[in-house]
């Protein structure tokens, strides 16, 4: 019997060439290795530097919203982002969907033996940048390892903590008839590059994810005093999921307007190509709101002004009178129902 023993104690290097080995996930010197030369360094701050088990934060009065996401994309990095971005904008984005702004994220890290340090490195460096960028801290986390084999590179998980400060709740049962329902910006370019970068495919012109965060338009919603119903980020499932569950959860109907929907043309023809409805295809920097018809134009007129809201428009309106349906208009005027997809259009997407 062969056994290897999986703490390589004479191979302690710490070049960037190194890999990950089962000992990097046992606890002990290779463990604080990894922590300290290739994880802390891009996410360092006052409780990192703690050591402690959990974190002790300050908020602010209000309320405290708390979510948690895993990620598992393939590849890990894609045009436009990458599983580290990822792993914080999604996390900070469905924080954001409450109405809540982000404070705190959390980061558990599944690495699998034969990793490249210099991999892991580069996707540390995006989320220390990416939570830079949306002003919050990775304050905890975990590390384990596994068999060469038993993963995928790295999945990574965030759990995130925001605070609420807005006393009107913002959630599916808020969502009244006569709403309007306004969408962010084009859709289905996350999922469309992901599955090019993945499968090598090549378009004339590029693909790119919409990876980005959505809390400074919510922010600017909210402290401009709209009276924002619901909010849902498009990501599984497209805008057609997010539709239909939200018709389901409130108990209305929507009607949105195929027109007014915009899809970048690379995106058209990748779907065409093979044979995907745009609709189901997955966002990761898209966003759908409810807000009074009286409220609309300002609201346009506040998310147009912000870069990753820039494209917004109004696609539709919810009624009482459809039931709890979801029914998509297309130029000619004809009508058909949206439904949940049985599975996924594109798996490893997010």
């Known amino acids: 019997m062969n056994i290897e023993c999986p703490l390589p104690l004479d191979q302690l290097a710490t070049e960037s060439d190194e890999v990950i080995r089962l000992g990097h996930g046992s606890g002990g010197e290779l463990t604080q290795r990894l922590l300290r030369d290739f994880i802390f360094p891009y996410i360092d701050n006052y409780w990192i530097q703690q050591g402690h088990d959990s974190a002790k934060l300050p908020v602010d009065n209000g309320s405290l919203v708390f979510t948690t996401d895993s990620f598992v994309v393939s590849p890990l990095f894609f045009p436009g982002g990458d599983i580290g971005k990822l792993a914080v904008y999604g996390t900070v984005n469905d924080l954001a969907m409450s109405g809540a702004r982000p404070k705190y994220l959390s980061c558990g890290l599944i690495l699998e033996e034969g990793l490249p340090i210099k991999t892991l490195v580069r996707i540390m ?70 599955m090019a970068q993945r499968e090598g495919l090549e378009f004339e012109s ?62 058209q023809g990748a779907c065409e190509l093979l044979g995907l409805d745009p609709m189901y295809v997955a966002n990761e920097g898209r966003f759908i709101l409810f807000v009074p018809a009286q409220q609309q134009q300002q609201a346009l007129e506040i998310l147009t002004a912000i870069p990753v809201s820039i ?40």
């Open 125 to 194: 460096y995006s989320m220390g940048t990416a939570a830079a960028e949306v002003g919050v801290q990775l304050v905890t986390g975990d590390t384990k390892v596994v068999e060469r084999g038993k993963g995928d590179g790295i999945y990574i998980n965030t759990s995130g903590i925001g605070v609420l400060g807005a006393t009107r709740e913002i959630c599916p049962q808020q969502i009244v008839a006569s709403d309007v329902v306004i969408l962010s910006g084009d859709i289905g370019r996350h999922g469309m590059a992901v």
């Open 206 to 267: 590029p693909l790119l994810s919409d990876c980005a965060p959505l809390c400074d338009p919510v922010a600017a919603l909210l402290a401009a005093g709209i009276e924002v119903h619901c909010l849902r980020d498009l990501t599984r499932g497209g805008l057609a999921t997010a539709l239909v569950e939200l018709a389901e959860s409130s108990g209305m109907g929507i009607q949105v307007e195929e027109g007014c929907i915009p899809v970048s043309e690379p995106v």
């Open 311 to 350: 494209d917004s428009r109004v696609i539709g309106r919810v009624s009482s009178l459809a039931g709890a349906e979801v029914t998509l208009q297309n130029s000619l005027g004809c009508e058909r129902l949206l439904y949940r997809l049985p599975g996924e259009q594109l798996p490893r997407i997010c």
